[in-house]
């Protein structure tokens, strides 16, 4: 068996950025809540879940000082706050305890940003408002659910003294 794959499949698509299993995109560009989503999944993506502290200090140290979309909604059902498209429940939170969110304000904000005011807490905003957005997609998960790095990794680790890396950046792993 000859497995042969590009040596910089370990890292994320250009203009992706790696944490952990995922990779995630910071735009440079302002849309609407909708069309973040949109430009997310054209991109073969989704609009940034964040399911943990872990992932939310993350984002706080790699988003720019200003506001960005993240995949979160209560437009369903008022104070309801679901990740889209998952459709999962928004567990692990971030509100701005301060002023404090989410406040609805003029009952029209129904769309999750991560703010640049108090070190980038979460604020609900109204969707139709212009900001950046940061997109996610985890990379190289097979059909089972594992992750392919580590198979490949493992592979790599066991066979280190059979392998070569050519010039043109393939790593060839003879089994
Ligand atoms: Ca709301
Ligand atoms: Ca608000």
């Given amino acids: 068996m000859i497995l042969g794959m590009r040596s910089d499949s370990r890292s994320c698509p250009n203009g992706w950025f790696r944490n952990g299993t995922k990779c995630y995109f910071f735009s440079e560009e302002l849309k609407t809540w909708m069309d973040a989503k949109l430009a997310c999944e054209d991109d073969g993506g989704i609009l940034v879940e964040v399911e943990s ?3 939310n200090d993350f984002l706080k140290m790699s988003a720019s ?34 002023e ?30 212009l900001l950046l957005f940061i997109c996610e997609k985890v990379t190289w998960n097979n059909t089972y659910g594992i992750n392919l790095v580590t198979i490949v990794n493992a592979i790599t680790d066991i066979t280190v003294n059979k392998s070569e890396k050519s010039s043109n950046g393939r790593i060839v792993i003879f089994l």
């Fill in 53 to 55: 502290k872990c992932e």
């Fill in 65 to 98: 000082e200003q506001w960005h979309w993240l995949g979160g909604t209560d437009e369903q059902e008022e104070n309801v706050w679901l990740w889209s498209p998952s459709q999962n429940l928004i567990i692990f939170t971030n509100w701005n305890l301060e």
């Fill in 100 to 129: 404090p969110e989410p406040n609805n304000l003029n009952g029209n904000e129904n769309c999750l940003a991560l703010s640049s005011a108090y070190e980038f807490a979460w604020y609900d905003g109204t969707c139709n408002t």
